[in-house]
Structure formats: C-alpha cells, structure tokens
C-alpha cells in the first residue's frame, strides 16, 4: 500500500492531485487545515493498494539488497532504508486483510459523502440540527460512514425544507433510518421449527424459554421444545423447569439421529423451539455438528442471538463464522445491559439479516418484544423503543 501527503488551497485541488497521482482507486485517510501558512493549505493523506491479496499461509518479512562486487564485505547498516518484500504465505488468514480493505472502502465512501456536504453546505448556519443528528449517531456507536450517510438523505429528503427545529429533523431522520433497515418477513407459520444459535453467554437458553411463553401461553399454540445443548447440565436443567412451569414437552438431543426422533414425537406441535450450546467462534466442528443435525429437516428458522454490548469486531467475527450456517433472522438480548445501541445498526446494516424480537432482562416470560424497523430506528437514534 502506497501512502501520500498533499498541500494544496482546496480540497477539489488535493482530490485532482491525487486522482492524477495515484489513480481513482485512492482513498483519502485524512484531511486537516495548517494553520501556519499564508496562504492557508489543506494537508490531505491519501492511500492506494496497489496489490492483491497474499495467499493464505504463513508469512515472513525478507529484506532484499542488491548483489555485492566480488570480494565486497557485507556491512552493517541501520534498519532504515532496508527494502523489504512480501513472500508468498504472508498472513495466517484473510481476515485482517479483508477488513483493512472494509475500513479502508468505509473512510473512501465518508470522505465522498462529506465533500457532498461541503459542496451543499450542511455546516453553514441554521443547520445545527443536522450536526446534532449526526453527532447523536457517532456517540450512540454508529459508525462514521453511515451516519454521514444518513445526513446526506436527510438533505435530498423534500421534507428537509420545510422542516422547523430540531425535533422535526431528527423525527425525518428516524424515519429515514427505518427505510434502511430490513424488515423480518411476516411469520406465516412456515418456520414451524425454529432453532436459536449463537455464541456463549448470549442467553439463548432464556430466551428460548421466553419464546415458548409467548407461543404457548399467549398465542395458544402448541408448542414443543428441544435442546441440543447437553454440554451445560444446567441448561437442560433450567430449560427442564421452564418447560414443567409451563407445561410445555421437552426432548433431549444429543446428535442428529436423536434430534430426528425428537421431530418425530412432536409431529401433532405446531412450533418447535431449538436450544443449542454456545461455543467458541473458531470452533468449526461445532457448526458442522450444527448443519448436520439441521439438514434434511424440513423449514428451519434459524435465528443468530447477538448481545449489543459485545465489541464491534467481535460482533462482526461472530455474524462472519455463523454464515457458515445460513441464519435467516438475528434476535438482540440483553438490551437492558446497553447504554447505546448504535451496534445494533451496524450489524443489521452489515449482514441484511432482520431483527424480529429483542430481549430486555432475565425475567420469563415478559422480557421480549417484537420489534420492526421503526422501533429499531428510534433505539438507535434515542436510545429507546418507545
């Protein structure tokens, strides 16, 4: 990657300079006014990768000089200036490249989108509601590209005009936002078995629990349940009371032939709920065991629980391992553990996936909700649902 600073008098000089120096494929990585030049300059940082991705494999640096004379005694000589070259098998795996190369896409669209507001003057005078909802979404943990994003529909939005104060922006703005946000199908009982899948300590065995109350005793329908999970004794335990409270059947299945048999006693159910363990996110046989005991099985609802709390790249990891198992929906929990929850934009923004029920505490069965992207829009923006 070829990294360049520019001076110029102008943001549209800098972006000339650099598409004629490095390409139109540069990214700016940054820009800043020197203070101390007459006239004032503009510093700008761009960037271009050049080259493909290294294979996967193991890597090495190896620092390459030019051939010695005959008889010429190797010197030393600083660090500095040594030429280094990538060899063959640089990275043990794809994944940090791809995300600099993510990053790097996300700082290239920010840049563009904000040159668009200087060119339609957002920062002018009187916009300050525009700033706020911009700033409101960077401190609830949206990320920059998107919330800028999100500005600049707001200006080509017909309302902008002839909006007056600050609420009426930010309600153009929440209403925006929920365009964007996918919306679950709606639940037409195709999905009679639906499993709940994700990481340890995302609380899928109480959310599970909260799901059958819902089905069970407030819709009325027949309701069967299955854990998967005979790692954690006291999962099966605590699910055991939960059904038993409820009077709700439970069957333990510990491979695919006994999830199969389950299946099979439950065949007068018309919604089956499916509990599985929590395991780490590199642990690929757990996925596979997954895949296997869910293939052939009919229309399976698989729903990727995600607790907003998580770090981003964490979340990210997270939703990239479970593709392997083709989730259909995400269900947040925990959201009474948050304090914001731009993450939560993010991820749906990231994986296209919807979001149906939220989790709000540890009580069963009241502490889920149904949730569609206006509700959605109004946690990420305000930090609440209602």
């Known amino acids: 990657m070829q990294v360049k600073r520019y001076e110029a008098a102008s943001i549209q000089e800098a972006l000339q300079s650099i598409k004629n120096d490095l390409g139109p494929e540069a990214v700016v990585l940054s820009t800043k006014t020197l203070r101390n030049t007459k006239p004032r300059l503009i510093e700008v940082i761009a960037a271009v990768d050049r080259g493909d991705p290294p294979p996967a494999g193991r890597a090495r640096l190896e620092r390459t000089e030019p051939p010695k004379r005959p008889g010429e005694e190797k010197e030393d000589r600083p660090e500095e200036g040594r030429h280094h070259k990538v060899q063959r098998g640089a990275i043990p795996d794809l994944d940090s490249y791809k995300d600099l190369r993510e990053d790097l896409a996300q700082i290239k669209e920010g840049m563009e989108t904000l040159l668009d507001f200087m060119g339609q003057g957002w920062s002018k005078t009187g916009d300050e509601p525009l700033v706020k909802v911009y700033r409101t979404l960077i401190d609830n943990g949206v990320g920059k590209t998107r919330a800028a994003r999100l500005v600049a529909m707001i200006l080509k939005d017909p309302r902008f005009a002839g909006a007056k104060g600050g609420e009426e922006i930010f309600a153009i703005a929440e209403d925006l936002l929920a365009s964007v946000l996918p919306s679950p199908p709606k639940d037409t009982g195709r999905g009679r078995i639906k499993a709940f899948v994700g990481p340890t300590g995302v609380g899928k065995t109480t959310t599970v629990a909260k799901m059958a109350a819902r089905y069970h005793l407030n819709e009325k329908r027949k309701t069967g349940l299955i854990t998967t999970d005979t790692f954690r004794i006291a999962a099966v335990e605590q699910l055991k009371v939960y059904a038993r409270i409820m009077g709700v059947p439970l069957a333990v299945a ?71 198992l083709g989730y259909d929906e995400l269900l947040f929990t925990k959201l009474d553990e948050c304090r914001t929850f731009g993450a939560v934009f993010e991820v749906l923004a990231a994986t296209g996936r919807p979001a149906r029920y939220v989790t709000t505490g540890q009580d069963v069965p009241r502490d889920i909700e149904a949730v569609g992207p206006a509700n959605l829009a109004r946690l990420i923006l305000r930090n609440t649902l209602h």
């Open 254 to 324: 510990e491979d695919p032939e006994g999830f199969r048999r389950a299946l099979d006693g439950f065949a007068d159910r018309e919604i089956i709920l499916v509990d599985t363990p929590g395991k780490p996110l590199r642990d690929g046989d757990h996925l596979r065991r997954l895949r296997e005991m869910f293939r052939d099985r009919g229309a399976v609802d698989v729903h990727l629980l995600l607790c907003p709390t998580a770090a981003r790249d964490h979340l990210r990891e997270t939703t990239r391992s479970y593709e392997a």
